[in-house]
């Protein structure tokens, strides 16, 4: 026998076991899925890989004969696709359930919470709408001048529907839409994580956020542009809203663990609701990157008032719609 041949059997000797396990445990995997393997052998898996690649990569760099090559090379090829195609598998799958089912169930689980935040920014809205709508001069005690950027009582007209129906080419409108959308992200995240305050900062931001609305909404309403302000507001403004009450029920639940956690340990409580409060904010993380996208393409293309408010509606029954409906068993109620 060569000394090649004594090399390759040698090595083969010294590793061979740990090949079959690995062969045995893909064996499985490929039969039956992860749940034929135990605990053990799920963790012992990626190390047996690592060995296999480490022997393969040496077989190579030594020539060993060609049909130990091929064999290593298939095996470490299948005990990849086992570890990496699963877990790529098994993330698709837990994407699926999560907007599928945890989601929607957990908003509908927590829905007083969610209508309390509703409830708080249409408040907002309506009381800085009168208010400003009675007395102008109050539109700037709402609306701060970084906000406001020009869009004041004292501007014309003709300055304040310019940037509803502007391209952006000329940036007034690509900073204004910029400047709304990460002042509602910040509201959102500040919702979320002043709930360990006992809730009671998420009250005032959200009303102040529609404060801030309804200001501005007066003011374009007290010339005659009202519609067209609300056209240019609700494409993105419903999915955008949306998250940010998402985020003020998620503070809300927090707080209400916080102040009253029933029979259970006050941290105890606070766990089991910071992980459905997690849910909400992945939710509204989901809502806000769909109002950016309608904000940075569809609104500065799509001056059209009819075609502005009708994408409001369509996007305002999709998310009723799938809040509403998304995870439910054919007989209607929840899994």
């Known amino acids: ?11 083969r000797k010294e590793r061979e076991a740990s090949w079959q396990e690995l062969d045995g445990l893909i064996g499985k995997l490929e039969k039956r899925g992860a749940q034929a393997l135990s605990a053990a052998e799920l963790h012992r898996l990626p190390s047996l890989h690592r060995s296999a690649a480490s022997s393969l990569s040496v077989a190579r760099a030594i ?33 699926r359930r999560f907007f599928g089912a945890d989601l929607p169930r957990t908003l509908r689980r927590r829905l007083p919470f969610f209508a309390a935040a509703v409830f708080l920014l249409l408040a907002g809205i309506a009381t800085g709408f009168q208010m400003t709508a ?33 391209s952006g080419e000329d940036g007034w409108l690509g900073a204004f839409a910029s400047f709304l959308f990460t002042h509602n992200s910040q509201v959102g995240i500040l919702c979320f994580a002043l709930g360990f305050a006992a809730g009671l900062p998420v009250l005032y931001l959200l009303f102040q956020n529609g404060l801030l609305l309804g200001a ?25 809203l949306t998250a940010v009450c998402l985020c003020g029920a998620a503070g809300l639940m927090l707080g209400h663990a916080l102040l009253f956690p029933g029979q259970s340990p006050r941290l105890a409580r606070l766990a089991e609701r910071g ?16 109002a950016g996208l309608i904000e940075g393409i569809f609104r500065q293309v799509v001056h059209d008032v009819v075609i502005r408010w009708l994408v409001a509606a369509v996007t305002l029954t999709a998310w009723t719609l799938y809040f509403a409906t998304a995870g439910r068993e054919p007989d209607g109620v929840d899994g």
């Not at 709402?142 to 950027?149: L, T």
């Not at 007290?222 to 519609?227: A, D, P, V």
């Not at 849910?279 to 990157?289: F, I, K, Q, R, S």
């Open 216 to 240: 501005m909404a007066a003011l374009y309403d007290s010339r005659g542009l009202g519609l067209e302000f609300w056209a240019w507001v609700l494409p993105h403004g419903v999915s955008e």
């Open 1 to 11: 026998m060569s000394a090649f041949s004594l090399k390759s059997a040698q090595f």
């Open 134 to 166: 009675a007395d102008p001069e109050r539109y700037y005690s709402f609306v701060g001048d970084d906000m406001a950027g020009g869009r004041t009582p004292a501007a014309s007209t003709q300055e304040l529907r310019a940037v509803l129906y502007s």
């Open 275 to 290: 992980k459905e409060a997690a849910v909400l904010v992945v939710g509204a993380v989901v809502l806000l990157l769909v």
């Open 63 to 95: 020539s060993l004969d060609r049909a130990l090559l091929e064999y290593l090379t298939a095996l470490v090829g299948r005990s990849y696709i086992a570890l990496y195609g699963t877990r790529r598998g098994a993330a698709g799958r837990a994407a």
